[in-house]
RNA sequence: GGGCGCGUAGCUCAGUGGGAGAGCACUGCCUUCACACGGCAGGGGUCGCAGGUUCGAAACCUGCCGCGCCCACCA
């Protein structure tokens, strides 16, 4: 059925088909775009700067239905900007992700047989590079199909020179200034990938383990890790706790070790925790270390970087889950064991990479100290340098920048920024920056560790802009307007951001040296059963597949419709097809214009001159750009779409566009008016509409004003430069137009209601007569409210069989029909005895209301204002009832039913 | 353990003191000349529960129940 060709009927007059498929204009639209320049930012442009960071994806990723909202939501609101006049700057690039990365590459390697080992640190490297030169970076691709306007001539990633340089340089000034420290503290270690961790990169999850006492001679204590045992170093009870008070001091031996351990009094006790007595043992446990730091105690390593116990004979050589049974039984066999609780669930830290359990290890590694920058990275927020968007979410942005712990930043990787620090053979430890000549000679070596890969992005607002040199483009567009992204990395990048952007920027002062104005977080992306997307779940729904089935516009504008602040977005295939029939919509609407010689020549109208109809959509499209700017500026996208989707589909198509259809079809100036008002309509609708869904828009707009391009087209309102106000003008707001066609829609329905209860066919044209226009303003529009109801001009023979009454009073608009012969008695004396019941007990609540005296006694006047008028048109609207109630013939039932 | 948030129509969600809304799904009629990816009309909700404040509560307060997320060094 469908599958009319379209291309026949159409093709000629309007050159646009009548199902848009955007397969065949996205591709062509980015790269005339890109070629054009259109994204590519000037420096030295004299226009105010708009600059938005790209979160900058990892280098092995894929676009995945994370990224898509989040593309669509910067492009968006970069494409708003540019519109408005600013100068824009979105800078695209890729993150070089140390683990993941070298993970990845490690696969690829093990398909070869082969290990990292077997190249060495650096033919390894080169091995990632040519990498990533080879399958690094699909994601762009998929951006440019996203439609995301990202300026390409400055693409960057986090390993190339510039942003190395910008590392070296940051790590040398803080390492000076003494934020930087290499120090023995207890580290996540992930026993996999062999590397430290920082907290963040540690995921929890309550996990099956068993709690196992063990009676270490006088004195039991409980341990969910038995094979840390071997490193014990003392058994810590509470200072108050009586029961242990008598062995504070004492020794007792260690089990299978044969060493000798003391009993310590240490506060962090928790006496009412199991047996109220803890193993201690500082080189496997956070906790311990502390307690041993504090009491001078030994750690004892008794694992290894691959979770091998190292130690003790019988379990040397064991994997530690292996190693745990093992002691278990052995120490059940001494009869030690005295309780067992298994299955015991507790938190257990799994690596965020690759979800192996974590090792609290001790190890030398480097930090840097948070202290004074976490404490600048929650001022800039407390004293409204920087907004968070929503609100509500600085809370917790607040609390883990109040509450930071020194960032580990060293990982035991060969891919990423390696360590600016040599070490000389009398244990010199000199840090090198980026101009300095590293020391020569012999015994000097280098650091064999990389930086964190967050290092390096934290320094991406401005790395990225030519620092640590004082170039055009961080003098022009730092610091940045925006920050977009999900709320799930507030903590590994937005606040590493503020901390390095601050110090790093310091000398432009506290206005000018935060990475962001504003940072706009968004929700994460869930499945319609309000899921996370995840493939192990099979809820996974691929962006690009969207892309190909219902276009980039369809998939981008069913993002942002579910786009609050804060709040999580929901994805479902329903959704994306209506987002492609919206699409359709908007094509065909335009189509329809264009068909009908709607046009954007010349001035409008002068609004006195104009119709009504006419009048009512400039006010509506007026008042509806107004909001749509106002939501844009809050970040609420959904708020946006609703009400451009709204102002679409339910105005301008269902109402506009049909009533524009007979001044169309009579011509002369009537039909002029109306074709300019058309134009003027949808150039301003598709300007509103172009920063959510660009391709379809720029199809439109072009082909409808023959412009070069709706991209660099001024937005209707909030312009910073450019003479296009009048695009919309608040002189167009017209409360009497609005409530007129408010009216017309009312008769029309009411009569169309009547009419399917009727049973009427929607062709059906029913002989009418209208009463009541011809003293009000609707009298001129007789003939569309008779086209959209379909009522014929009475005939001679007209015979009145029913009548639709909408309004009160003087303003009533009376609708007489004549449906003779299929006219249902029955049905319609039930709806009205049933309307009329309603309008009874309408007058009963309000006459209840007002005879209420508390409530006229404190009630605002106003609210009693509005009883009294709803009173009165309840009370209207009963007479009125009655006397269609009385008006009806008398019902003539067909001899069959009259039994019944 | 701490923090944040949520519970409104079958589903996903708007709605921060004055007559319960949207999209999708559902029902009926319709190939009406922009669009069947469409049109018209319609059904459907004790706004988690219980108290309180108020003339008036989905909204504000308290408690309870249920759910989600984040943080946390409970052996």
Known sequence: MTATDPADADNPPSGLPSVYSPASVETKLYERWVDRGYFTADATSDKPPFTIVLPPPNVTGQLHMGHAPQHTLMDAVTRRRRMQGYETLWLPGMDHAGIATQNVVERELGKEGISRDDLGREGFVERVWQWKAEYGGRILGQMRRLGDGVDWSRERFTMDAGSSRAVGTMFKRLYDDGLIYRAERIINWCPRDRTALSDIEVDHSDDEGELISISYGPITVATTRVETMLGDTAVAVHPDDPRYAHLVGTEIELPLTGRRIPIIADEHVDPAFGTGAVKVTPAHDPNDFEIGQRHGLPAITVLDERGVITTHGPFKGLDRFEARPAITAALRELGLVVAEKRPYIHSVGHCSRCDTVIEPRLSLQWFVKVESLAKAAGDAVRDGRVTIHPPEMARNYFEWVDNMHDWCISRQLWWGHRIPVWYGPEGEVVAVGPDDEPPSGDGWRQDDDVLDTWFSSALWPFSTLGW??????????????????????????????????LYAMADRGPEGSMPFRTVALTGLVRDDRGRKMSKSAGNGIDPLEWIDTYGADAARFTLARSASPGSDIPV??????????????????????????????????????????ERW???????????????????????????????????????????????????????????????????????????????????????????????????????????????????????????????????????????????LRPAQRVPARIDGLANGALGPFEDQIRSLARLQIPTDDFQETAAVVVGHSGRAVRVALDLSGTIDIGKERARLTKAFGVAVNEVALAEAKLADEAFIAKAPAQVVDKIRVRLGDAVAEVERLRGQLDALPPETLPPDQSQQ
């Open 617 to 759: 959509i400039l006010s509506r499209l007026t008042r509806t750009a107004a909001d749509i700017d106002g939501y844009f500026e809050d970040f609420q996208f959904a708020k946006a779409c609703d009400a451009l989707f709204h102002f679409t589909w339910d105005e301008l198509c269902d109402w506009y566009l049909e009533l524009a259809k007979l001044p169309l079809e009579r011509g002369g100036v009537e039909a002029t008016a109306t074709r300019r008002v058309l134009g003027h309509v949808l150039d301003v609708l598709l300007r509103l509409w172009h920063p959510v869904i660009p391709f379809v828009t720029e199809e439109l707009w072009t082909t409808l004003t023959g412009g070069e391009t709706v991209v660099l087209a001024p937005w209707p309102t909030g312009l910073v430069t450019g003479g296009a106000a009048a695009l919309v003008d608040v002189a167009t707001v017209d409360g009497p137009a609005e409530s007129l066609i408010t009216q017309l829609q009312a008769v029309v329905t009411e009569v169309r209601r009547f009419r399917a209860e009727q049973g």
């Open 572 to 613: 479902s295939e329903e959704l994306a097809q209506g987002g492609r029939n919206l699409i359709t919509k908007l094509w065909n609407a335009t189509r329809f214009a264009i068909l009908n010689g709607a046009t954007v020549e010349g001035p409008l109208p002068d609004l006195q001159t104009l119709p009504a109809t």
């Open 468 to 501: 640590p040199a004082e170039t055009a483009d961080l003098e022009k567009f730092y610091p940045t307007s925006v920050l977009l992204t999900g709320y799930d990395i507030i903590f590994f990048w937005v606040a590493r951001m503020m901390m390095f952007g």
